[in-house]
């Protein structure tokens, strides 16, 4: 790609969307279509709904805008478009509040205030998200404000839009000034949002309340030009370039809101109510902004404590952010974040990242009152895994036992700072679970937020991951150890099927090499179905269900084949692997593999390299652990 060509095509772009006209003209454009005159909060949602919505696991909808960079947090990120964003949007009472994520450090808040910024910049690019303002406004605002009070129910009827807030003080004196009162000239440009130029974004940070000054929100005088205009209170001598003044039709970011001063607070009193704000020597300045903030947990308990904040509090939507809490999400968090470094040339053998997941989520449970089942079957749960003997509803009777799940537990950051220490700590070529697991452990006592009881349980979830990690890494080799694997698992899948049908249907079944008949063979059915943990007394039931699933299946008019039940084919793999124990066994822990070894070795570790993801380092490295593993 011609960076330069690209670089010109994108300016011709932007040529291509400036708009410029009269007022006049702007009310034609708005009898077309009336969507350029929505509220900053409906340019939000709409912008979140034009990347599309699908459906989610559990009935949940899942936003594909988030889908990127934000992981595992479907139901948070749910309830957040629907509760905030779709409320407000239909002017409901939800758009007068400030939005404030609330959640544990690292949880994704600030990722999604950046990507509300990137997305409102590339929508108002796009002709549904336009944004029109009065050309020379220093607050870009709507140019319906010129129209008279008096006049704008009948506007608002003819249009079929709606008009709130006033003229800012500096459009007020250039429509008496520069057009002499003739509200048709006034010149009107389109607007591109964007954070960098200061149209429709603003951000505003805590630093020292000494030095820092409220006309960082609300712009200030310029004395420069007091002589020249000959008062404070002219227009003319004020700078509206205040955060607030230049977010006006898009968003204002309050990063950590809570560690504010309060006075810059004060101000937020009444442009979440009333749409306005004051500023200097002049009335209420209107703004039409959604105002998002964010804070850790343990600053908003210390901020409703207090009872001077309960103005401000009632005019809060608070919006928790937790911890993912699946293990397949958090490994995609880590991806990313890996991904963003300058050590993607150094392999990461599979499974590792999966080990440091299987750890951040268990320190992030809680352990359920639900009987039989422990965090590590939970975990699997809240992954969309099947377990044995539990229900949908058991999960979402988990998954609404403590509101507060997710909020505390191991963040990503420490998680990638450990595997950034394991990827960087000497000349490697490729790091494994093993490697990443020590790194986690090591920093344990280093981490100065966890106390000596936490440290005892992360170290005990360490281990889990461990021996977690241990069933993976058997599994990997021993299916690498079947050759045809696709072709004996359909074999016997096929055969467990045909006794299946016989057992249920009484029935007799034919040997497929004499042609007899015969009962249906229970020791194979038995040898398989022990291998998921079936009962003697389950086994009708699994059987049972086995057949209904089948019978839906053809009902459909799909084929039920080795893919269509999961914990089946788990059961079909267990028993392959179970017969090539002994075989495999042998062949990874001899130290010195005769010529027929040798070359089965090497026949492994080509298949790992080449189907399962594996370099020659943690390929032969995974053959050695296997081997210690299965001679224990």
Known sequence: MD??????EYKAESEKLAW????????????????????????????????????????????????????????????????????????????????????????GKSTIVTMLKRGLEQFSRTEKGSVYAIKGCPMHEEPLHLIPNELRAEAERELGVRIEGNLCPSCQMRLKTEYGGEIENVQVERVLVSEENRVGIGTFSPSDPKS?????????IDFSTITEFGSESDPRAYRFDGELNKANRGLMEFQEMLKCDEKFLWNLLSLTQEGNFKAGRFALISADELIVAHTNETEYKSFIANKKNEALQSRMIVMPIPYNLKVSEEEKIYNKLIGQSDMKHIH?????????????????????????????????????EEVEGYKEADLKEMQSE??????????????????????????LQCINALDVLRALKDGLDQHPSITKEERERYLNFISVARKEYDGLAKKEVQKAFVYSFEESARTLFENYLDNIESYCNWSKIKDPLTG????PDERLMRSIEEQIGVSENAKKAFREEILIRISSYSRKGKKFDYYSHDRLREA????????????????TSTKTPDEKQ????????????DEHGYCPVCSNELLRYVGSLLNR
């Open 402 to 427: 403590y509101i507060e799940e997710g909020m505390s537990g191991i963040d990503p950051r420490y998680v990638i700072n450990r595997i950034s220490s394991a990827l960087i700590k000497q000349d």
């Open 3 to 8: 960076i330069l060509k690209r670089i010109s």
């Open 20 to 107: 410029q006209g009269t007022f006049k003209d702007y009310i034609e454009l708005l009898k077309q279509d009336p969507t350029p005159a929505m509220t900053a909060h409906a340019r939000v949602y709409e912008m979140i709904e034009s990347f599309g919505v699908a459906e989610g696991s559990g009935g949940t909808k899942k936003y594909k805008f988030f889908e990127q960079e934000i992981f595992g947090l479907d139901r948070a990120v749910e309830k957040l478009v629907e509760e905030y964003f779709h409320s407000s949007a239909r002017r409901l009472d939800v758009r007068k509040r400030i939005l404030l994520l609330m959640g544990p450090v690292s949880g």
């Open 572 to 587: 079909i793999e267990k028993k392959l692997f179970t017969d090539l124990k002994d075989i495999v066994k042998i062949t």
């Open 212 to 220: 820092q000054d409220i006309a960082d929100l609300t712009g200030s």
């Open 348 to 384: 990461i053998a599979p499974h590792s990242l999966r080990s440091a997941a299987i750890f951040s989520i268990l320190t992030r449970l809680k352990e359920t009152k639900k009987q039989g089942m422990d965090l590590v079957k939970k975990m699997r749960m809240y992954d969309g």
């Open 598 to 609: 040798l070359k089965r070795i090497n026949e492994v570790s080509k298949r790992l390299i």
């Open 516 to 519: 007899e008949e015969m009962d």
